[in-house]
């Protein structure tokens, strides 16, 4: 069979997806699956099962990361791989994350019922913790395995119930022996839902992101004083809930008073002690602020910076400022980008330019070598929520673009 004609089986790759969905599934129609908890695991196991029934080398990395590889004819130039995460949200969709990995495997499928054979090896990989959210920060395993994180710390991070990443990684039994260390690799693709309205609204099939914004994560601590909130009068409150209000207001309005081109969003908030008689004493909140321009953002935070030092100021509430994360943005490669637009228009999809505003394991391949994402359309915009839904045959369309790509790739020399 011509190369050009080969096609993802997209039943196969609804059938994986519907499969994988009842792992850790809500009965909202989302999915539960928080990284190393028991879902994880079990998500885990069927993908290695998975890897296993076509014949694919699996290795299991220090961070969890899954990998699976598939010879090419020089196994020593270096792989193509591609692939995305298992994890998800707390109440998440059965499609991030999780599209890229089945997609991937259903690209691995189709190369090995047809007998394919690639010049360079092909590979296949699950990202340990990219949501970030019951360990801090995203994209960890991605980040440790491109030399931006430190393991030790990473194995270091606690969740809400004061459980520790490495002792989750092993109590599930998925913390491997191979470095978690980037080796050499020729292109690297991730396909994923858009997590956005825009290509539903341009009406295209497949989204060809640019590159994807910078990502900044800060952390806010405010000292209040508690007291009976009858007896004391509103004069001369130390109300770090107030001060909060104030501060949270300013990350609003803050891409607006820059110029636009960035959002800026506060997402979690903690206050102590919570209760409604109570001047609250303490107040912990989060700042993510995200641009293509990353001057721009730090820019804002220094914006912020005077805004929060004034509410605190104002209120008499002593303030902490952590800044915890910092991604620079992301240009993909452009030679990638370039065989994106080229197979989507063979294979008879239209498709849209665009960047991600969300962070992704790309990000962390694309400072080490080349990378390039295919977005696919989210119905309605939705992510990260349980109504999270994306069609059948845009699955498939995106899993024929990455099929496609991966060839593209294998066969260079
Ligand atoms: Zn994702």
């Known amino acids: 069979m011509e190369i050009s004609g080969l096609r993802v089986n997209g039943k196969r790759l609804q059938e994986s997806l519907e499969e994988m969905a009842k792992i850790g599934a809500t009965p909202a129609g989302g999915v539960q699956r928080l990284t190393l908890s028991d879902e994880d695991k079990q998500a885990r196991d069927l993908f290695v099962k998975w890897l296993k029934e076509i014949d694919l080398d699996v290795t299991i990395d220090e961070m969890g990361s899954i990998f699976g590889r598939r010879p090419g004819k020089n196994n020593d130039l270096p792989p193509v ?10 109440k998440g969709g059965r499609f991030d994350g999780i599209l890229g990995v089945m997609g991937a495997l259903e690209v691995m499928r189709t190369l090995h019922e047809n007998e394919v054979e690639t010049e360079r090896p092909v590979m296949i990989v699950d990202w340990t913790n990219e949501e970030g959210s019951r360990f801090a920060p995203a994209m960890v395993a991605s980040g440790v395995w491109a030399g931006k994180l430190d393991r030790d710390w990473a194995y270091s991070r606690t969740d809400r119930n004061g459980k520790v990443f490495g002792e989750e990684l092993e109590r599930i039994g998925y913390k491997g022996t191979v470095p978690a260390k980037a080796w050499p690799f020729h292109a690297y693709y991730e396909l994923h839902i858009e997590q956005g309205p825009i290509l539903e609204g341009e009406g295209k099939t497949i989204g060809i992101p640019k590159g994807i914004l910078c990502l900044h994560w800060y952390d806010i601590y405010l000292e209040g004083k508690a007291n ?30 820059m110029g636009g081109n960035m959002v800026a969003t506060v997402g ?9 008689n109570i001047i609250p004493d303490g107040v912990h909140f989060t700042v993510d602020i995200r641009s293509w321009d990353d001057d721009l953002a730090l820019r804002a935070w220094e914006q912020l910076k005077i805004d929060f030092q ?4 104002r209120n008499g509430c002593p303030m902490r400022l952590e800044e915890t994360w910092r991604v620079e943005h992301t240009p993909f490669a452009e030679k990638l980008v370039g065989f994106l637009a080229q197979k989507a228009e063979a294979l008879g999809y239209s498709s849209h330019p665009m960047v991600s505003g969300a962070g992704h394991d790309a990000s962390y ?29 845009d699955c498939a369309a995106g899993a024929d673009v990455l099929l496609h790509c991966v060839l593209e790739s294998a066969n260079e020399v």
Do not use: C, K
């Open 365 to 393: 391949m694309n400072m080490l070598g080349d990378a390039a994402m295919i977005f696919i359309p989210s119905i309605g915009g939705r992510s990260h929520v349980e109504v999270e839904n994306s069609r059948w045959e």
């Open 268 to 276: 979690e908030i903690q206050n102590y002690p919570n209760s409604r």
């Open 228 to 257: 009976q909130v009858g007896p004391t009068p509103m004069e001369g409150r130390n109300d770090a809930l107030v001060a909060a209000a104030e501060m949270i207001l300013a990350v609003q309005s803050v891409p607006a008073r």
């Open 310 to 313: 004034a509410a605190a100021d």
């Open 81 to 90: 791989f591609s692939g995305s995460h298992i994890d998800s949200q707390p």
